[in-house]
């Protein structure tokens, strides 16, 4: 999934890293999960910005299953999120395309706390699993 355009610390890319662990890009900024993702099982995934006033990728925390990601590798990087493009999920320019499933995109103009994450993952539909 991505947003924003192209250019310094404004365009979000949130995609599985080659390692399999979940990855935001920033710009020239990322950070990196520690759980693979890619064993074909269903997994809520979610990224959330904890600002402070200067936002940078290292403030981003990642949640696999309802649980904060030990952070395998980050560079640090000023975030300016750019809304001049559209939302695109599923395809990104030199990357290729997801090959899973996508269901429930949701991005919210707040951080959601930890306990909000844990009760997303725990109210997900299990029925198509």
């Not at 890009?25 to 997994?43: F, L, P, R």
């Not at 395998?72 to 000023?78: C, I, L, V």
């Not at 939302?87 to 320019?93: D, E, K, L, Q």
Request: with cysteine.
């Amino acid at each position: 999934m991505s947003w924003g355009q192209a250019g310094a610390g404004e365009k979000w890319l949130f995609k599985v890293d080659q390692t399999g662990a979940i990855r935001i890009s920033v710009g020239g900024g990322y950070i990196i999960g520690s759980t693979s993702v890619i064993d074909n099982a269903w997994h809520h995934v979610a990224a959330v910005l904890y600002d402070d006033g200067m936002p940078d990728a290292e403030e981003i925390k990642l949640y696999v299953d309802g649980t904060e990601e030990d952070i395998s590798d980050y560079s640090s990087y000023q975030i300016n999120t750019s809304s001049a493009a559209n939302v695109c999920i599923g395809a990104f320019s030199g990357d290729g395309y997801f090959t899973g499933r996508i269901d429930d995109v949701r991005i919210y103009n707040r951080a959601l706390r930890a306990e909000e994450i844990q009760e997303l993952y725990q109210a997900r539909d299990t029925s198509n699993s």
